[in-house]
């Protein structure tokens, strides 16, 4: 019997360390992938032994766009709040991060904190801090949650004397701090990749920055900013899939309430309905993104 090569062994040994995850991948992902897509084109009815399905064609999408008037309307709000939060976690998580990386006593016990939601992340918890759960009598939680709902930021510009904000304006600065909490607490991963990211750019870098006279504002847009743009992009198709998959969105939640009614073939429309919309958005993103992201054998 011809001995295998050294190569053809390791491809072997390559093969075998990923047979797990593959067959996990075909069962778990891809057969229920198919039969979602096969459910939404179906009429769904619970058999004696199994689910029975009967092609109904797009008659379960028309249904979640167009009859069922509560899942278009949380779709479309679910959209321009994932829309305008998402720029403002990525802006605050690269600040941060900024921030974390500079040498200073006590850096190991912020980077644990602003990496604590991660650990603790659960839905009850985050809705118990939130105020989420406050109608079911929870006072603490009702209590809590008005620590991050009053609108200091108004109250402060006011004492500042600033006045005259238009209405638009300060609803969006109302909507923004009510949000402060969500914003926070959904930037753990976020900073670690942004830290991560800084950590590798070159000391030369800065050393030439400094020789040539460049101030922090100008070390930033020129050197900082461009070796963290591709992590940018990363960070906003992994906060955006993060929103759009939250248990705890409105979307999300209409799914399991029609799902939770056995209409299985309308809830699975629903979900590629979903699908289609996040999968339409960050395409676009993306495909805006390349001109400004910045790769390392190109020139900044």
Do not use: C, H
């Amino acid at each position: 019997m011809k001995k295998k090569s050294y190569e053809k062994r390791k491809e072997l040994y390559g093969y075998g360390f990923v047979s797990l995850w593959i067959i996990g991948t075909v069962i778990f992902f891809l057969i229920p992938l198919v039969k979602s897509l096969i459910y939404s084109v179906s009429d769904v009815t619970i058999g004696e032994k199994s689910l029975a399905t009967s092609f109904t064609g797009i008659e379960n999408y028309y249904n979640a766009l167009f009859s069922d008037r509560k899942y278009s309307s949380v779709l479309w709000s679910t959209l321009k709040e994932t829309i305008w939060k998402t720029p403002l976690i990525l802006i605050f998580s690269l600040f941060i991060a900024v921030l974390l990386n500079n040498k200073f006593r006590g850096r190991t016990f912020f980077r644990a904190v602003f990496f604590l939601p991660v650990i603790i992340a659960s839905g009850p918890v985050y809705s118990i801090i939130s105020g989420d759960m406050a109608d079911t009598g929870n006072m603490n939680a009702e209590q809590f949650s008005t620590l991050f709902s009053n609108n200091l930021l108004g109250e402060l510009l006011q004492f500042l004397g600033i006045y005259g904000i238009t209405e638009n304006m300060n609803t969006y600065i109302t909507l923004i701090t009510d949000n402060i909490f969500s914003i926070v607490w959904s930037s753990g991963i976020q900073i670690i990749i942004f830290l991560a990211a800084l950590q590798n750019i070159p000391v030369s870098a800065k050393e030439a920055a400094v020789i040539e006279g460049a101030t922090s504002w100008d070390y930033f847009w020129k050197i900082t900013f461009p070796y963290v743009s591709p992590f940018i992009l990363a960070n906003f198709i992994f906060t955006f899939i993060d929103a759009f998959t939250n248990p705890t969105n409105a979307v999300m939640k209409r799914i399991f309430e029609i799902r939770n009614d056995l209409n299985f073939g309308l809830s699975a429309a629903m979900s590629w309905i979903y699908f289609g919309v996040v999968l339409a958005v960050i395409g676009v993103i993306t495909f805006i993104s390349r001109k400004w992201i910045y790769y390392g054998n190109e020139e900044a």
